[in-house]
């Protein structure tokens, strides 16, 4: 069965300061949060970490992207493009090498059979552009006491053996993010690049 996970937010347990610093950003990217739910941290871009840059919110969830026009027009942002998209069937809105940094933040779990990963991993590579990051932040397969069920987790390891599949090589890993328990820790990033 499907996970669904719409207009779920990760804004009261993953830190977005903690997220965005994690990717190094200079301040003048074209950043895309896909699967952005109510857009925390595309928020948080727009006003703390992306100056000189453009935001791009992505989700399939319309409610979300409606809200997100809404903040939108009543802040006068004009750096930030909300788009309502199911990241499997291909964002049309946005042309081919657009991004610099593309962030799916708890989203990939929810892509469950390897079809549906393949063309979502084809969609990121045509979205970036050569020098270009695809940022994965996910779930530990682990036991915890909140998100999926552990057997639809998937480890850095599973990641890399996809991503390579594709052409993508992984340039940085951080196993060390999230919720923090006394053994462990709930999150890591895993960061890609082309080959
Ligand atoms: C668990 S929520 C995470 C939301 C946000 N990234 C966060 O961490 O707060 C997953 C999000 O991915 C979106 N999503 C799921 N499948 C999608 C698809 N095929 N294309 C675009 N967005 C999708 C959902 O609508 C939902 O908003």
């Not at 599949?165 to 196993?175: D, F, M, S």
Request: proline content about 2%.
């Amino acid at each position: 069965m499907e996970h669904r996970h719409h207009g779920k937010s990760s804004a009261n347990f993953l830190d977005s300061d903690e997220i965005l610093g994690e990717l190094n950003l200079c301040g003048d990217e074209t950043f895309m949060d896909l699967g952005c739910g109510d857009g925390y941290i595309a928020i948080k871009a727009i006003n703390d970490y992306l100056h000189e840059g453009t935001v791009y919110a992505v989700d399939v969830y319309n409610l979300a992207i409606e809200e997100l026009d809404a903040y939108k027009d009543e802040n006068n942002v004009e750096n930030l493009i909300n788009i309502e998209a199911d990241v499997t069937k291909g964002i049309s809105d946005v042309d081919d090498g657009k991004i610099d940094v593309i962030l799916m933040l708890n989203v990939f779990h929810g892509f469950a059979d390897v079809e549906t990963r393949d063309k979502v991993i084809d969609e990121l590579s045509r979205l970036i552009n050569d020098n270009g990051r695809i940022a994965i932040m996910e779930f530990k397969p682990i036991e915890w006491s909140f998100g999926p069920p552990t057997e639809i987790k998937c480890s850095p390891v599973e990641l890399e053996e996809i991503f390579s599949k594709h052409g993508l090589k992984k340039v940085h890993l951080n196993e060390n993010m999230g919720q923090k328990s006394s053994e462990d820790t709930s999150h890591y990033m895993i960061i890609f690049e082309k080959e």
